[in-house]
């Protein structure tokens, strides 16, 4: 995990460096982010990934503000389909952290730019799960861990990362669900969601990141789970009531959608026609591709961001050679 964070980290020093334009017949690129927190290095940990410092943040911003306009989702999706050539660029938060408002927010009003915070409503539950957190943090304390009937040592950094990688796989693709779902009620029973209820954003406080003028808020689901996998009554109570649930909260219209996970084995099209069957004007994944005029609104690719990237080589993500290394960016990624 480390070896893929320094590679990302010094690819996209290259492509800043050796910066000749954004891809041709381009409309812009909409960045992924998660959390922006008084980030540390530990890297120990797989979540790592999910987390800027904002010291960083900042720094990128003001990059990307030197080069090219950020722009709201909503004016981006009118900016698709026109006759514009200009390259826009839009901020995105997936999940909903508490950090969103008491770190992010401070930053957003000082550097005067438009995002679009996802949220996924059963983080805003008094009894929230945010499973690969809960995981990592059972795992990390454990030295040995009943699975499938068995006892499992995870003593090393190692196996600690590989047996969290292994059950979160399970999850996402929901397979072995039984032990699955029993490994996930003892976590929960023994950890008490004391990390998702201390890192979860409330309810309140997405009230108040709703009247910010440059913040809007958009759907991410109820549960988080892999809509690919779901049969079509889940998922539209997944689109449906994350939808509702936002909309009575902050007294206002939800238009837009990120998947969760939001990679090519978690969405198809069928995904894609229900999210727009139900109500939404546009819903986002993340694909490293371009957009291009007239993408198809329910599948705009996203560009992942982390603590990884920097003042000196977060330009590199705009780089017309970004989407010719799209195996190696599938890997550091991964």
């Known amino acids: 995990m480390f070896f893929k964070f320094i590679l990302k980290k010094y690819i996209y020093y290259f492509l800043a460096i050796f910066y000749f334009g954004t891809p041709k017949n381009s409309k812009g690129s909409i960045l992924c982010y998660h959390r922006v927190s008084n980030y540390k290095n530990n890297n120990f940990d797989p979540n790592l990934t999910l987390t800027t410092s904002i010291n960083n943040f900042r720094k990128q911003i003001l990059k990307i503000k030197s080069k090219y306009k950020i722009v709201s989702l909503d004016e981006f999706i009118h900016h698709i389909n026109s006759n514009s050539d200009e390259y826009l660029v839009v901020i995105t938060f997936d999940d ?31 009894e929230p799960f945010i499973w690969w957190y809960e995981l990592w943090s059972y795992v990390k304390k454990n030295n040995q861990i009943v699975f499938d009937g068995e006892q499992i040592k995870i003593k090393n950094k190692r196996q600690k990362i590989n047996f969290f990688n292994y059950i979160s796989d399970k999850i996402i693709n929901n397979k072995n669900t039984i032990n699955i779902n029993n490994l996930l009620k003892d976590i929960k029973k023994k950890e008490e969601c004391k990390l998702s209820k201390s890192i979860s954003l ?76 139900n109500g939404y004007q546009c ?52």
């Not at 992010?104 to 009003?109: A, C, E, K, M, Y």
């Not at 690919?228 to 009531?241: G, P, T």
């Not at 080589?313 to 599938?330: A, D, E, P, T």
């Open 202 to 277: 409330k309810v309140d406080q997405l009230k108040l990141l709703n009247q910010n003028p440059y913040i809007s808020i958009g759907s991410h689901s109820v549960t988080h789970p892999n809509l690919s996998v779901l049969n079509n009554l889940a998922l539209k109570e997944e689109l449906i009531q994350s939808k509702k649930k936002l909309e009575q909260i902050i007294e206002d219209k939800i238009k837009n959608f990120a998947f969760p996970f939001g990679t090519k084995n978690e969405i198809t099209e069928s995904v894609f026609i229900e999210t727009k069957k």
């Open 96 to 126: 909903g952290y508490s950090d969103n408002y008491e770190a992010l927010l401070p930053v957003i009003n000082e550097l005067q730019i438009p995002i679009t915070i996802f949220v996924t409503t059963s983080f805003l539950s008094a």
């Open 283 to 334: 819903s986002v994944t993340t694909l490293n591709q371009v957009i291009k005029k007239n993408a198809n609104l329910f599948s705009l690719p996203r560009i992942g961001i982390d603590n990884s990237f920097n003042d000196k080589n977060i330009l590199g993500v705009f780089s017309k050679f970004n989407y010719k290394l799209k195996n190696i960016y599938n890997y550091i990624n991964s």
